[in-house]
């Protein structure tokens, strides 16, 4: 076959898809014009990693968008719909189209909680990005836990990040800090329990012995770290009688007590 005949043929082909697929363009849109919707399909994307939301919510939340089974699919508003579903808390992100078979699909991406604080306003979580969102009744996740006084001035129900400078640098510091020991086994298998006291200051409980290990602010973190892991090597083996609290707020001491 002559090249100037292939050329031709290829040509023809190509037209002949761009055909097909304007028709069928164009068909769909007619169709939008004629099929009504007659329900919604809820897709939670990562439902193997967190089980916050369940397709059925989905479904549930349609309830603020009002009537659109039975409206034309062009008549649709997926703008909307993604705006009332993104506006739940343990929603990190949706996205909702239709398809000519009169189907409303939205799929969901969960939020990832990275620490859960737990304060006299009750529970919440809060995402790498610092955004807080309250505790979910299907499913509690797996994470670090920071109670006491907690210096955030949150009402229940709360979602979003803290209005003041002075909680979300709070915040952000305290996720560095997880995220330190979660990035090291030895302290992520050493800690039990974080605890706030009255004014800010952090109180690492270990999973084993007495000590109460003063830590202060959350910050200078690997400096403090440590000193911690100091006194495990050069001051705990030598003594017969463990110490109650162990002070790491101060630079270059340990300042150990047994009451």
Not at 48 to 60: A, G, K, N, T
Not at 136 to 155: C, E, F, I, S, W
Not at 166 to 183: F, N, P, S
């Amino acid at each position: 076959m002559k090249p100037a005949v292939r050329h031709i043929l290829a040509a023809a082909a190509v037209a002949a898809c761009l055909f097909l697929l304007l028709a069928s363009d164009r068909l769909s849109v007619s169709n939008r014009h004629e099929v009504t919707c007659k329900g919604v399909e809820g897709i939670v994307s990562d439902s193997l990693q967190r089980r916050f939301i369940s397709p059925e919510d989905i479904q549930d939340w349609m309830a603020d968008y009002g009537t659109y089974a039975g409206l034309r699919l062009d008549s649709v508003d997926l703008c909307r719909v993604e705006k009332i579903i993104d506006g739940k808390s343990a929603v990190l992100k949706s996205q909702a189209w239709l398809t000519d078979d009169g189907i409303l699909h939205v799929s969901v991406t969960q939020r990832e909680p990275v620490v859960r604080f737990q304060g006299p306003s009750g529970g919440f979580y809060a995402d790498r990005e610092g955004y807080l969102f309250p505790l979910q009744a299907r499913h509690t996740a797996r994470v670090p836990v920071v109670d006491g006084a907690l210096p955030l001035n949150l009402k229940k129900g709360f979602k979003g990040v803290p209005e003041t400078e002075e909680e979300r640098q709070w915040v952000a510091d305290m996720l560095q800090m997880v995220r330190y020991m979660a990035d090291r086994k030895e302290w992520s298998d050493l800690v039990g329990q974080v605890s706030v006291l009255k004014g800010g200051g952090i109180v690492l409980i270990p999973r084993e012995g007495t000590e109460r290990f003063l830590f202060g602010a959350p910050t200078d973190i690997d400096a403090k770290f440590a000193r911690i892991r100091k006194y495990y090597e050069a001051v705990a083996p030598a003594q017969e009688t463990p110490y109650r609290t162990v002070d790491v707020r101060y630079g270059n001491q340990i300042i150990c007590r047994r009451k």
